[in-house]
């Protein structure tokens, strides 16, 4: 017989009903509304990610259903709220977590530059990266464009990269994924250039964000993953180690490491699942 208490799908599913805003009468209706959202969850997926417990915005405006193809369904006002708030920091939207869409919260935002160090890169640190084989020649072109000649939209980034590199049009768009993920660029605007007049217009995320960037040097790696941490756990409830670490990227030293203290401080608990009796999952005390 366990040691660790119990806790169920269902105290789950409801606890993430509220948290989500999800349940009937909890749905977003406004972009007001968004922003209170995102800065309370601390951070959410744009779309739902299949595989990953994680609230999004879709989710909150439309109900817990699949993203559907109809370009007329009333869920895809995400997506003109999105695109008008690209540039007025009201919120940090990027590809980040499994390179898919995500917004965090400015509150947030330093404890991940925190644990980027290529938030600061300048040109030296961008062709040391280079050198080593840690960055593509695209992504190596794409920074160094931005670093020099300062924000540009997709479009023009691809014709120039075009002129110096034979490259094909997955190689680019996963190198500005990356580029985003590492925290060194984000979209900071819509141009209306290209064939459907639609096109990001990036920016280096230091130039951005330079008070957020400065904020993130006086916060230790050990700290913002507590933090960020906090903010999974109190959206989620529950979560483990390889989830974490399939989310996040961390090692999994660092993630036992945080757990131990969010466990010494009674934030969250060693549970066993009802549905697996051999498994261990992490939750906050309030689910079992």
């Known amino acids: ?27 977003i209706h406004s972009q007001k509304e968004a922003i209170k959202f995102v800065n309370k969850r601390g951070m959410v997926f744009f779309w739902p990610i299949t595989g990953f417990n994680m609230p999004s915005l ?3 405006v439309a109900g817990d259903r699949p993203v559907p193809n109809n370009h007329d369904d009333p869920g895809h006002i995400t997506w003109r709220w999105k695109d008008d ?5 009201k919120w940090y939207y990027a590809k980040i977590l499994r390179r898919k869409s995500t917004i965090i919260s400015l509150d947030l935002i330093p404890n991940f530059f925190a644990l980027a160090p ?10 040391f990266h280079y050198k080593k084989g840690s960055l593509s020649a695209e992504e190596k072109f794409i920074y160094q464009q931005l670093l020099i000649f300062g924000p540009s939209d997709s479009i023009t980034l691809r014709k120039n990269l075009s002129a110096f590199l034979t490259h094909n049009s997955s190689r680019f768009s996963r190198a500005v994924d990356l580029l985003q993920q590492d925290f060194r660029i984000i979209p900071s605007g819509i141009s209306q250039n290209g064939r459907w007049k639609y096109a990001f217009i990036y920016q280096t995320v230091f130039r951005e964000y330079p008070e957020l960037v400065e904020r993130s040097n006086r916060i230790t790696k050990e700290d913002a993953i507590l933090t960020i941490l906090r903010s999974f756990f109190r959206s989620n409830g529950i979560g483990t180690v390889d989830e974490i670490k399939k989310l996040f990227g961390w090692e999994k030293e660092s ?12 934030e969250i608990i060693k549970a066993v699942p009802f549905w697996d009796r051999k498994d261990v999952i992490y939750s906050i005390p309030d689910l079992v």
């Not at 660790?4 to 009903?17: D, E, G």
């Not at 290529?118 to 961008?126: A, K």
């Open 1 to 27: 017989m366990t040691t660790n208490p119990l806790v169920s799908k269902n105290i789950i599913k409801a606890y993430r009903a509220k948290t989500y805003r999800t349940s009937s009468g909890l749905q």
């Open 85 to 89: 708030l690209i540039g007025k920091k």
């Open 118 to 127: 290529s938030v600061h890169d300048g040109l030296e640190e961008i062709s």
């Open 255 to 266: 993630i036992y490491n945080s757990f131990s203290t969010l466990i010494a401080n009674q």
């Open 58 to 60: 879709w989710c909150a």
